[in-house]
């Protein structure tokens, strides 16, 4: 599975961006899909995670100004982000565990998009 990240960009306190997440292949029998985020010097931290029902799930500081989603048709997740804060600018990474070949070898990998820059003037 590829995944290609987008929307990042230069926004201003208190305002909006939409990430989105395209996958190279039919993203309705994967499972769990996610964006993390990292800052320099920090290790990477989810976000927020979607089940392939539609369950969503937060961490505390994003609760009630992010929102998670999928378009299965599209093979693409969403992060609509709002009400953002400085201490948003990241790096915002997507990502799915996934039945895949590697070396030959069957088995569940990580994958993960390039990543995309968030940054939050105040």
């Known amino acids: 599975v590829q995944l290609q990240a987008s929307g990042g960009g230069l926004v201003q306190f208190g305002g909006s961006l939409r990430l989105s997440c395209e996958a190279s292949?039919?993203?309705?029998?994967?499972?769990?899909m996610h964006w993390y985020r990292q800052v320099p010097g920090k290790q990477r931290g989810l976000v927020a995670g979607?089940?392939?029902?539609?369950?969503?799930c937060y961490e505390d500081s994003v609760k009630g100004r992010f929102t998670i989603s999928r378009d299965n048709a599209k093979n693409t997740i969403y992060l609509q982000m709002s009400g953002l804060k400085p201490e948003d600018t990241a790096v915002y990474y997507c990502?799915?565990?996934?039945?895949?070949?590697?070396?030959?070898?069957?088995?569940?990998?990580?994958?993960w998009g390039q990543g995309t820059l968030v940054t939050v003037s105040s």
């Open positions: 292949e039919v993203i309705s029998t994967i499972d769990d």
């Open positions: 979607i089940s392939r029902t539609g369950y969503a």
């Open positions: 990502h799915t565990r996934a039945l895949g070949v590697r070396r030959g070898k069957p088995d569940m990998y990580d994958y």
